[in-house]
Each structure stands twice: as structure tokens, then as C-alpha cells.
């Protein structure tokens, strides 16, 4: 079983800064790619940022420039830096895991329950 933990969100003000940190824990797995999701009221789940292990990073149009993800593989961390907030960055903020299961060496996909980040003026 894979375990997502999330933290660091909370409040903010425009233009500062929030940094969400996310722990994978569990057995039998290799990571495949790790990242950030985030879903405003009334909105579709949206890319914040991913990384895959070894490769490269994308992210959403929206956050480009402001956002920059960092992982450890070895450690099974994943953070989102997050600069410039605006008001439209106020969302719940998903963690998200791909694994490989070694003993099946299916894929599965999961999520962390969701961390709210509210940014005011």
C-alpha cells in the first residue's frame, strides 16, 4: 500500500510564498513520476507541476514561472515551491504519485487527500 502525506498548506497573501512538501511511504514500489495537482472551487483538477524520475518537468500554463517543483527520488519526497501567489491560486493542492509495483510491474496512479492553499489581498 502507497501512502501520500502532505503539508505546508494554509494561508497566504498575494505575492508571497508557500512551500507544500509531500512524503511517499509504503513497499514494493518504484517511482515512476511524482508532482503536484491543484482544483479550485468549481474547477477541473489541473497540472501544477510533475516531474518524472530522471526526466524532465512540466507544468501547468498557469503557474509556469511561478511554481518550481523539486524531488527525491531516493528519499520519496516531492515539494512545490510556490512564488508570486495570486488570488486564482487558491486551490486544493493534490499530491500525486506514479508507481511501478515490482511484483506485478503494473502501474497505478495516487493521490494524497488534498491540501488547501488560500491566498488573499
Known amino acids: 500500500q502507497v501512502q501520500l502525506v502532505e ?17 511517499v511511504s509504503g513497499s514494493n514500489f518504484v517511482i515512476q513520476k511524482m508532482g503536484w495537482y491543484r482544483q479550485g472551487h468549481a474547477k477541473e483538477r489541473e497540472l501544477a507541476a510533475s516531474m518524472l524520475t530522471g526526466g524532465p518537468t512540466s507544468y501547468g500554463n498557469s503557474v509556469k514561472d511561478r511554481y518550481t517543483v523539486s524531488t527525491d527520488f531516493a528519499k520519496n519526497i516531492v515539494d512545490l515551491q510556490m512564488n508570486s501567489l495570486k488570488t486564482e491560486d487558491t486551490a486544493v493542492h493534490y499530491c500525486h504519485v506514479q508507481i511501478a509495483d515490482t511484483n506485478s510491474y503494473l502501474r497505478r ?5 488534498g491540501t488547501q492553499v488560500t491566498v488573499s489581498l
Open 7 to 23: 503539508s505546508g498548506g494554509g494561508l497566504a497573501q498575494a505575492g508571497g510564498s508557500r512551500t507544500l512538501s509531500c512524503t
Open 109 to 113: 496512479d495516487y493521490w494524497g487527500k
